[in-house]
């Protein structure tokens, strides 16, 4: 295997369903909010949300269901 | 101009690299390489207005993409030039070869509007144009009309053209591919990286700039068609009407610069390419020598 091995310090963090959703969630916000307002489309902001909702948006939920 | 082709075709030249270098070469390199032609020269383009005076180029396409103005930007000797300068520096050969290939990538589907690119610069001034659609960024019209004319032209049909190329090679997007293409060619980036964040933001990371390129055509697109109320020749439409004829929309002048024939722009696009890759195939070999020399 050798050099494909993938790094010992990315390790997969989750069912890649699960992950799908938040970068529907995260397509679907983007694009309804440029749509409106056309300052968001520009390469710092675009993929700065994708990331942002990729990061934050399951730790958001985990943190909710905790609560519960 | 290219829209959304420029960060599609980010993971298209990843995902046909010659057999040697799969897996080799730098992703941040060819990112790199793909934005730096509007990054040096589209800020002025369509420029800025504050308290109602407007800051900018005069001639948009000359400033964009001819000479004397900032044409050079979008020409494979410049990418040459910042390329031979990265390796000076860096000796990466990883991220030097991306970055030529992603700076030719941007230079050479330039010439597909109307102004075209200065191919041969500084050996001509010449543009090199296919003219499949208008350029059409304006004083008054800026980037909304400029976005209007794109996505309502053959303009379109290119960033869909990239996307479906991206899509045929759809494993590039994957977590597989990430991890065993990616991740390898830029280990310091993504291992500095993988100290600040999870791996999922990190995949996320590398698909942003295909999620940003999906992002921008269809909200451009929308905006274009269903929002937007213009008039053209007085009439008002229900937005703006698309016009998938060579060098359209009829709606809006398409610019031009003084440029060679058309008929000899596609075999000297297509030849260029087929140079770059050449001649970086050739040096790979010689550059992984003299990057193993320096660091051992």
Known sequence: ?68 | MSWAAHQFEVYAVQAHLPKKMRGRVSFWGIWLGDFTPDFLSKFWVYGITIRGKHYGASVPERWHRGWPGMGFTHTLSLGVILAGALWLWRRDRALTVGYLLGFAAHALTDVNDSVGTMLLFPFTTLNWSLGTWAYAATVGGGKYLDAAAYYSSLGLVMDLFWLLVVLASWRVLTREHWRTQIVPADPHIWSWLGKRMPERSMLALYRATFFYGVARMVAWSTWAHLIARPVINGVRHRGYPYDLSWTGPWWIRAKSLPHASPLIVLPATLALLGLVYWGTSRLWDPMGRAQRRLRT
């Open chain 1, 1 to 68: 295997m050798g050099s494909k091995q993938p790094p010992k310090s990315l390790e997969h963090d989750g069912p890649a369903g699960g992950t799908a959703v938040w970068y529907a969630v995260a397509g679907i916000t983007y694009i309804g909010a440029a749509t409106v307002e056309k300052g968001l489309l520009n390469w710092l902001v675009g993929p700065a949300w994708l990331v942002a909702v990729v990061t934050f948006g399951p730790l958001g939920r985990r943190r909710r269901r905790r609560r519960r």
